[in-house]
């Protein structure tokens, strides 16, 4: 079974850049989130996905952040413009209902470098 | 506000030397207790979990966790650690109802051969 895929895996823009990164859940995994690593730092959320309704986005930056789950499915998460602070490494991960629910399967994470 | 408070940021260990991480959450209501890991290049992957019942847990890799309610605690240990279990570890706190799950900083475990 393949796990959450992430791309890109790295990612080095200059500022005021935008930037795309995007997940592709477990298969049948209702639940997705976009979690923020901060070197140092456990992560956290910016937003999670119950199929393509954002359930929980009050971590969001939304003045440069957005996130689309079309068809429930796959996930983007875009920032427009990078700033030097959004250097970081993005996760996506996701969870299925019922009991499982919380046990989160992570991706490799996308790592960006803001210059 | 809910927070998960990991007691150490980094450990030395000498091979064989127990193991035990502390983790404490602030959270009065009903929760799902995590411990994940992230060996060097690897994914976050999930150590051991605990929702009901019994309060100490069995992980992967001789890992265990006992959750102490009274103590809102959910150490981590192992007996003898391996060279293998350098890794970074993450405490986690799943809030029931509303499924969101709370990480602390981690601790990064180097364990010397």
């Known amino acids: 079974e393949a796990g959450v895929v992430q791309s890109p895996r790295y990612k080095i823009i200059e500022k005021k850049q935008p930037v795309a990164f995007w997940c592709n859940p477990i298969?049948?995994?209702?639940?997705l989130y976009w979690y923020l690593q901060n070197l140092g730092q456990g992560p956290e959320l910016l937003i999670r996905?119950?199929?393509?309704?954002?359930?929980?986005d009050s971590q969001l930056p939304k003045d440069r952040f957005s996130a689309e789950r079309l068809k429930g499915v796959d996930s983007t998460l875009k920032i427009q413009p990078a700033e030097l602070g959004d250097s970081a490494v993005y996760l996506c991960?996701?969870?299925?209902?019922?009991?499982?629910?919380?046990?989160?399967?992570f991706g490799a994470g996308s790592r960006l470098t803001v210059l | 506000a809910q927070s998960v408070s990991q007691h150490n940021h980094h450990v030395i260990l000498s091979e064989a030397a127990s193991l035990e991480l502390g983790c404490n959450y602030s959270?009065?209501?009903?929760?799902?207790l995590f411990w994940y890991v992230q060996y060097p290049g690897q994914h976050l992957q999930l150590l051991l979990k605990?929702?009901?019942?019994?309060?100490l847990v069995k992980g992967i890799k001789g890992f265990e966790a006992e959750f102490i309610k009274s103590k809102f605690s959910f150490n981590l240990r192992k007996p003898s650690v391996q060279w293998s279990d350098t890794a970074e570890y993450f405490c986690?706190?799943?809030?029931?109802?509303?499924?969101?799950?709370?990480f602390g900083a981690g601790t990064r475990l180097f364990v010397k051969a």
């Open positions: 996905y119950e199929n393509e309704e954002a359930v929980d």
């Open positions: 986690a706190v799943g809030l029931t109802g509303g499924f969101k799950t709370i």
């Open positions: 959270y009065g209501g009903t929760v799902n």
């Open positions: 605990y929702f009901s019942g019994d309060p």
């Open positions: 298969s049948g995994h209702n639940t």
């Open positions: 991960a996701s969870s299925p209902q019922g009991a499982g629910a919380n046990v989160l399967t």
